[in-house]
Nanobody, 122 residues
């Protein structure tokens, strides 16, 4: 098990910024992925951004240029800096993790946090 705890959600006006944080209490292996997903009301959950413990990042197209994922390996905390937020970014955001030697895949995540809500008003 990899317990994950998110924080940093909230309400912001369009064009604003938020930073989400997710702390993992332990990883058994040093090679892992941490990612951010979101689920808007009535929609399926989608991967937003992910990062490998060795640094490789992946973003969904709608997040590129606006969101930045980063990882503090020593603290096992992953961040999602979200800038230029839009109303369509409103969703519950989930942190997730999976072990991986090299590559991260959105479909492989098997450890999940409880989620933090982001609301962007127009």
């Amino acid at each position: 098990q990899v317990p994950l705890v998110e924080s940093g959600g909230g309400s912001v006006q369009a064009g604003g910024s938020l930073r989400l944080s997710c702390a993992a209490s332990r990883f058994t292996y040093s090679r892992y992925c941490m990612g951010w997903f979101r689920q808007a009301p009535g929609k399926e959950r989608e991967g937003v951004a992910q990062i490998h413990s060795y640094g490789t990042t992946t973003y969904r197209d709608s997040a590129k240029g606006r969101f930045t994922i980063s990882l503090d390996n020593t603290k096992m905390i992953v961040y999602l800096q979200m800038n230029s937020l839009k109303p369509e970014d409103t969703a519950m955001y989930y942190c997730a993790a999976h072990y991986a030697y090299n590559n991260c895949y959105f479909q492989n995540y098997n450890y999940w946090g409880q989620g933090t809500r982001v609301n962007v008003s127009s």
